[in-house]
């Protein structure tokens, strides 16, 4: 799902062929795991199934024809709503917290209002685990029932201490968002 929301996040400056896409994709989000080719152009796909993109023309190249893709209003809609929308914590969540604050700053979207949603979010689910923890505790249950309360909690613990982090760093990375490294695009 995430990969969705980034290839829409991309469209949003420009129409792109699906090639464009996941060299964009993997400089800025692939880090260790790059996408597929075939991941890349299947989501294309049903992004405009579902109307969330449109093929703006097809053109001959070397190889199979290129499609340029560009995003529709109602996958604006769909992005905006998927950025402001803060996610359950959970293990590995790191990856979609990234992803959401760079295309944020990349749209000049408000990003700190999205990081004080999601702050929020892992404040309540915070809440209720240590409050699930100390019935757990009353209750003479120290085995694992604790052990994954714990490791949910220091997990989040670790979630809020990037959410400030960032949050302290928005204008550079606000910056550095801004400065395309694509010479494609420039």
């Known amino acids: 799902m995430t990969i969705a929301y980034a290839l829409l996040g991309l469209l949003e400056a420009t129409s792109r062929h699906g090639y464009d896409l996941k060299q964009s994709y993997d400089r800025r989000f692939g880090g260790a795991r790059p996408v597929r ?24 190249g070397g190889g199979p024809d290129r499609r340029r893709y560009a995003i529709t209003p109602e996958g604006v809609t769909g992005l905006g709503a998927w950025l402001a929308e803060p996610e359950d914590p959970q293990p590995q969540l790191q990856t979609v917290l990234f992803t959401k604050v760079t295309l944020a700053l990349m749209s000049g979207r408000p990003a700190a209002a999205y990081l004080d949603a999601q702050r929020a979010r892992h404040l309540a689910v915070m809440q209720e685990l ?14 694992i029932d604790a052990m994954l309360i714990d490791y949910q909690l220091f997990h989040i ?10 949050e302290s760093r928005l204008p550079t990375l606000a910056e550095e968002c801004r400065d395309d490294p694509d010479p494609r695009r420039a």
């Open 130 to 143: 240590t409050a699930a923890r100390r019935a757990a505790a009353s209750a003479a249950k120290h085995g």
């Open 157 to 166: 613990e670790a979630d809020l201490r990037w959410l400030d982090h960032a």
């Open 37 to 60: 080719f075939g991941q890349v152009y299947r989501t294309l796909a049903q992004l405009e199934r579902d109307g969330r993109v449109t093929v703006l023309g097809v053109e001959a």
